[in-house]
């Protein structure tokens, strides 16, 4: 049945011109990797440092059932599952890893679920926020790459875990000096799922022309991304807590200052730095590590650079 919905509305998709399909594309967006990242590296510096802290905490742990779920279910992608299938242009291209469940659903969940079960958020916010998540699961659908169960339980997970990263962060608020706790088990919790998605058997199907069908191996870099993005957020996340304890209660042009410069050394990191680290570092490895430098630097690195040049300003200007 998935597949029946998938091909109804790939139909409609092409009998509709590309009007729908341009602007799904464009909701898609606010579902990517980088997309989100970035949101969230803004609010955590510049706005709203503990709702930065509560976007950042959730992410991570939605990233890391995503990873786990993908390589425990292992299910394949539309167009591998039917021939039928065409994705919308290129949306294939940002479809990694195995289909189940949507990591553009999670990651919407995240930022925008965050935001709709915060009961402290205004209504209206609220109401938005829901519907984004709905528009970029669908948008998932339209466009071909997931099908509906992928992108339902993406949701549902998301904002489940959105919902406890709340409670956690409350927690937190009255045992302040816990936090080691959490550390401690998340990055625990991360060495397991980086041994699980290492070391399990992959499905091993082969098309008409003998050729592997999906490569188990490399389905699993996702999931080593998100163990390396998640014990880098904890370690940061403490480091800072104990050591820098920034503010964003800041002058606005202290803001724009962050915002600007942080967004210019995030890019060099993730646009040069990784990849380097990728290929000097082959393998699983390679990917947690770059991945743990890139969350590291967001949780971490920026703030307690900023905090040092920003007192140093303070002094010199006195």
Not at 85 to 101: L, M
Request: include cysteine.
């Amino acid at each position: 049945m998935d597949i029946d919905i998938l091909l109804a509305l790939q139909e409609f998709r092409n009998g509709a011109g590309g009007f729908l399909a341009d602007f799904f594309s464009k909701m898609t967006f606010l579902g990517e990797l980088n997309t989100v990242l970035v949101i969230m590296a803004v609010v955590y510096w510049c706005v709203n440092k503990d709702f930065g802290t509560y976007l950042l905490m959730g992410w991570s742990g939605n990233r890391l059932v995503n990873g786990v779920l993908k390589v425990t279910a292992c299910a394949y992608r539309p167009w591998i599952r039917d021939a039928r299938i065409v994705p919308y242009g290129n949306s294939i291209t940002t479809a990694t890893g195995y289909s189940f469940p949507s990591g553009h659903t999670m990651n919407a969940a995240t930022v925008f679920g965050g935001v709709m079960v915060r009961k402290d958020m205004p209504g209206i916010l609220r109401i938005v926020s829901g519907l984004i998540v709905v528009l970029v699961a669908f948008s998932r659908i339209f466009l071909g790459v997931h099908t509906p169960q992928d992108v339902l339980v993406g949701a549902a997970a998301g904002i489940l875990i959105m919902w406890l990263t709340a409670k956690l962060m409350n927690w937190i608020t009255s045992h302040p000096d816990k936090d080691w706790i959490i550390m401690c088990a998340g990055i625990a919790l991360s060495v397991g799922v980086a041994l699980y998605a290492g070391l399990k058997p992959y499905p091993e199907d082969y098309g008409a022309d003998g050729k592997l069908l999906v490569d188990g191996a490399k389905m699993a870099n996702d999931t080593f991304k998100s163990v390396g993005w998640c014990a880098a957020f904890l370690v940061g996340w403490v480091l800072e807590r104990r050591f820098v304890r920034f503010s964003t209660d800041v002058p606005v042009i202290l803001k724009i200052q962050r915002l600007v410069t942080g967004l210019l050394s995030y890019y060099a990191v993730s646009l040069i730095l990784v990849p380097l680290l990728k290929s000097w570092i082959p393998g699983g490895a390679g990917t947690i590590i770059s991945c743990f430098i890139q969350m590291f630097f967001i949780s971490f690195l920026f703030p307690w650079c900023m905090c040092r040049f920003e007192k140093s300003m303070a002094q010199n200007r006195s």
